[in-house]
């Protein structure tokens, strides 16, 4: 089974900026879609992001705008670009990547804080 390694979490200012990563152990992995989900202290996870293989996002209201998914070329690593960060951002983010087949694979977890 494959490893998921997640990376660029850290904690932040309100309207300072973060940029996370996921990729996997196996490198030759490649996936049909990829997403951000982020769950805080108290509260149910919730998708923040995520990519399909035709390249088409979809976004949490509360972050549209703000945050951008993207992928590489080879569609084994996908990243979050995170603007504007609020304290509401504060929570775990984890990365999901799923294969054909509907294999999926899970990240550990990256925590963003945001506060003063």
């Known amino acids: 089974q494959a490893q998921v390694v997640e990376s660029g979490g850290g904690s932040v200012q309100p309207g300072e900026s973060l940029r996370l990563s996921c990729t996997t152990s196996?490198?030759?992995?490649?996936?049909?879609?990829m997403a951000w989900y982020r769950q805080a202290p108290g509260q149910q996870r919730e998708l923040v992001a995520s990519?399909?293989?035709?390249?088409?996002?979809n976004y949490a209201d509360s972050v549209r705008g703000r945050f951008t998914i993207s992928r590489n070329k080879a569609f084994n690593t996908v990243y979050l670009q995170m603007n504007s960060l609020k304290p509401e951002d504060t929570a775990s983010y984890y990365c999901?990547?799923?294969?054909?087949?509907?294999?999926?694979?899970w990240g550990q977890g990256t925590q963003v804080t945001v506060s003063w």
């Open positions: 999901r990547l799923v294969r054909s087949g509907a294999v999926e694979y």
């Open positions: 196996s490198r030759e992995l490649s996936f049909v879609a």
């Open positions: 990519i399909a293989g035709g390249g088409t996002t």
